[in-house]
């Protein structure tokens, strides 16, 4: 079975602060680990994805993730936030054998305060 | 290319009723998931449909089924409404190739009264 843990389900930052957001997961096999982002009244949509290779993702915004199989975390960072990252985050894997299945963490609500 | 769309974007509905809920998913991609988020246990995983077949399946009642068109459109229903069913309905469509990157429409927000 998976299971995705968001340690902190808010999180407040000061504008140009550094943030990070944490993710732990569990399971049985090999995943695939994602970053979602869900802004006010919209769907969610993809932030960045670890699928192989380098263990360091970063997304077009300034975000990177970083894949820690050892702890198995997936550590979301933004060196320097803006209002405009206020959001929900969502962390998730989705099993490498199983197909199309994403099991999602309960979310992290980033607040970027002016 | 258009993006996930869904309809109605919100819903009122008393305890005991149906609803049905459509999704159409981007043009080419034949996976369609449907998720509920609710405040309290994020986004839960109800069921995937691949070419009109249920290929994985949530632990959800089953007064919760859908079901793919041949277009790959999709619908969810609910069947006897529970106070507990109120929440956001979101459905993702992806496509083989691009290690089932899933992308969300905007949601159905059901309530139940």
């Known amino acids: 079975a998976q299971s995705v843990t968001q340690l902190d389900s808010q999180v407040p930052v000061f504008e140009e602060a550094p943030v990070e957001l944490r993710c732990n997961y569990s399971s049985s096999v090999s995943v695939y680990l994602f970053w979602y982002v869900q802004y006010p009244n919209q769907g969610l949509q993809l932030l960045l994805k670890y699928l192989s290779g380098s263990t360091l993702v970063k997304s077009i915004n300034g975000f990177e993730a970083e894949f820690n199989k050892s702890q198995t975390s997936f550590h979301l960072r933004k060196p320097s936030v803006h209002i405009s990252d206020t959001a929900e985050y969502f962390c998730?894997?989705?099993?490498?054998?199983?197909?199309?299945?994403?099991?999602f963490g309960t979310g992290t609500s980033l607040t970027v305060i002016p | 290319k258009a993006g996930v769309t869904q309809t109605p974007r919100y819903l009122i509905k008393t305890r005991g009723q149906q609803v049905t809920l459509s999704c159409s998913p981007i043009s080419g991609h034949r996976s369609v998931s449907w998720y509920q988020q609710t405040p309290g246990q994020g986004l839960q995983f109800l069921f995937e449909?691949?070419?009109?077949?249920?290929?994985n399946k949530g632990n959800f009642p089953g007064r919760f089924s859908g079901r793919q068109f041949s277009n790959s459109r999709s619908e969810m229903n609910v069947s006897t409404l529970e106070l507990g069913d109120s929440a956001l309905y979101l459905c993702a469509s992806s496509t083989p190739g691009t290690v089932y990157e899933q992308y969300f429409g905007p949601g159905t927000r059901l309530t139940v009264t």
């Open positions: 449909y691949f070419s009109e077949t249920q290929r």
């Open positions: 998730a894997v989705s099993p490498t054998n199983t197909g199309n299945q994403f099991y």
